[in-house]
């Protein structure tokens, strides 16, 4: 009986490095960049942060992306503990871009709009609003690369092989390897 292997240690490789380069994207942010933002001016950071969104969205896009799509294709090439985490994984990585793209993202237009003219009332409440999304994402990504570790360490082989594939006959319909007919 033949047994298909999918190489699953590629696509844990590529789901550990997505989900930790989303990680550490976000983690940077959170640690350097935001406090960074309270130490300077608020003109300098309207500046900065919307030179800096122009940079980051296609980088943090394909980021997001790409930690999605490993973490749920680890989810398909594995089984039992190991396909329920990536799933959970996949859903954290998720739930990162929904919070980047129905939190952060509209918020961006506001501080866009401040940079070109002036602040209105109850900027401070916003930019709050875009710090409490950005350590959201931040924690969800961080949560879903310590998922996939999990996975890459504490996961047993067993659970890496995809199911067996039905023998396939050698010779011609009906026939068996052999030659003999059934």
């Known amino acids: 009986m033949r047994v298909m292997r999918t190489h699953v240690r590629y696509v844990q490789g590529a789901a550990l490095l997505a989900t930790g380069l989303l990680a550490g994207a976000f983690g940077y942010g959170a640690a350097n960049v935001v406090p960074t933002f309270a130490a300077v001016p608020l003109e300098v950071r309207l500046t900065f942060h919307t030179a800096m ?3 980051n969205e296609p980088v943090m896009q394909a980021a997001m992306a790409l930690a999605i799509l490993s973490s749920f294709g680890l989810a398909v090439v594995s089984h039992g503990l190991s396909r329920r985490l990536a799933i959970g994984a996949g859903a954290l990585t998720l739930t990162s871009l929904l919070v980047t793209v129905f939190g952060n993202v509209p918020l961006h237009a506001h501080i866009r709009r401040w940079a070109a ?5 109850g900027y401070a409440e916003i930019l709050q609003r875009w710090e409490t999304f950005h350590y959201l994402r931040t924690m969800t990504g961080l949560a ?3 998922v996939i570790i ?3 360490v ?3 082989p067993e659970s890496w092989v995809v199911e067996p594939l039905p ?4 010779n011609g ?3 068996r390897a052999s030659g003999n007919r059934r």
Do not use: L
């Open 53 to 55: 969104m122009k940079v």
């Open 117 to 121: 003219t002036s602040v209105t009332e």
């Open 144 to 146: 879903a690369f310590a």
């Open 150 to 152: 999990i996975i890459v």
């Open 154 to 156: 504490f996961t047993r």
């Open 167 to 170: 023998p396939t006959p050698v």
């Open 173 to 175: 319909p009906g026939e």
